[in-house]
């Protein structure tokens, strides 16, 4: 399983960026699809989650409404689109895999494969 993050980079807060992790060596549709970060001197975090069909998502409380977790199982992808940053959501971000019927777990344990990270940095 390979999972390859992109879409971070350098945004004002209150700005918007739209992440991107395209997985390979799986069967998509059958994991389900996970986004953490990690900020500096900070455990990693869940951030949202989606089931393997699409159907159910999953947020941070922090993030609801401003972030939207999606999938296209035809492209083998997820994305996180992120509106309204704060200068605190500066983390690297990291997609994951978890070969799941049912759920979706907050805890990085739980999670079988993770992409690279992609660096979020929100400015004030």
């Known amino acids: 399983v390979q999972l390859q993050a992109s879409g971070g980079g350098l945004v004002q807060a209150g700005g918007s960026l739209r992440l991107s992790c395209a997985a390979s060596?799986?069967?998509?549709?059958?994991?389900?699809m996970g986004w953490f970060r990690q900020g500096p001197g900070k455990e990693r975090e869940f951030v949202a989650g989606?089931?393997?069909?699409?159907?159910?998502?999953y947020y941070k409380d922090s993030v609801k409404g401003r972030f939207t977790i999606s999938r296209d199982n035809a492209k083998n992808t997820v994305y996180l689109q992120m509106r309204s940053l704060k200068p605190e959501e500066t983390a690297v971000y990291y997609c994951a895999a978890d070969r799941r019927v049912f759920g979706i777990p907050p805890m990085p344990s739980s999670y079988e494969a993770w992409g690279q990270g992609t660096l979020v940095t929100v400015s004030s």
């Open positions: 060596g799986l069967s998509f549709s059958s994991y389900v």
């Open positions: 989606i089931s393997g069909s699409g159907g159910i998502t």
